[in-house]
């Protein structure tokens, strides 16, 4: 559902994500359009790959913005179902675009992308018709995919490996973890799973 808030917004949307976050960059005073289903997928796969935050590089871009950073001034930023971002692990490490992109796919992202030569930041959108552009540093259509773990040379192993879980080798099979953010505590259960 697309809802628009005030430029000076900063309603915390879910546990990891405030509107703030997701204004446009161009430094005017106008509102933000923002889908809050971009912020719920956002969500999953910050629990997905375990991280211990992700920053949005670029949310919702006015038509201007859009057209000053190389958009086309209608892409899915202007419609606030996009972010760029750079995902980082338990340990602070930023995890590779690589791994992004294939947890976006199994998360069902409409359109993803690596967006950087250092495979640091990927976009990823809720468009519904699927559009994954594979490495788009490279300009060439044969960096177009329809599968990111073919595309890298990945396997479901190199994307959800234990490295992920806050806890020592061996895993057990489930993990109590408390989370606190702004000075409330989440509790919950880390599960392994085969793959």
């Given at each position: 559902?697309?809802?628009?808030f005030?430029?000076?917004d900063?309603t915390?949307?879910t546990p990891?994500f405030?509107v703030?976050e997701f ?7 106008h509102?933000?359009?923002l889908?809050?289903?971009l ?8 629990s997905?790959?375990n991280?211990?935050k ?5 949310g ?11 958009g086309n001034?209608f892409g899915q930023?202007?419609k606030g179902?996009a972010?760029d971002?750079?995902?980082?692990d ?13 947890a976006a796919?199994?998360?069902g992202?409409g359109g993803i992308s ?15 018709d699927?559009?994954w ?6 300009t060439?259509?044969y ?5 990111f773990?073919k ?5 479901p192993?190199?994307i959800?490996?234990?490295s992920?879980l806050p806890s ?5 099979e489930?993990?109590?973890v408390?989370?606190?953010i702004n ?10 799973t085969?793959?």
């Amino acid at each position: 559902m697309i809802k628009s808030f005030s430029y000076n917004d900063s309603t915390q949307l879910t546990p990891h994500f405030n509107v703030s976050e997701f204004h446009c960059k161009c430094g005017k005073q106008h509102p933000t359009q923002l889908d809050t289903d971009l912020v719920e997928m956002l969500e999953k796969l910050y629990s997905t790959l375990n991280c211990s935050k992700i920053i949005i590089n670029s949310g919702y871009r006015c038509e201007s913005h859009d057209k000053k950073v190389g958009g086309n001034g209608f892409g899915q930023h202007t419609k606030g179902k996009a972010a760029d971002i750079k995902c980082y692990d338990i340990n602070g490490v930023i995890i590779s675009s690589r791994i992004v992109t294939c947890a976006a796919q199994d998360l069902g992202f409409g359109g993803i992308s690596n967006i950087d030569e250092t495979y640091t930041s990927c976009h990823v959108d809720i468009r519904p018709d699927a559009k994954w552009y594979g490495d788009e540093t490279v300009t060439s259509l044969y960096s177009i995919t329809d599968n990111f773990y073919k595309h890298w040379g990945l396997t479901p192993n190199d994307i959800y490996k234990t490295s992920f879980l806050p806890s020592p080798s061996p895993v057990p099979e489930s993990v109590s973890v408390t989370i606190t953010i702004n000075g409330t505590d989440y509790k919950g259960r880390l599960t392994q799973t085969d793959s």
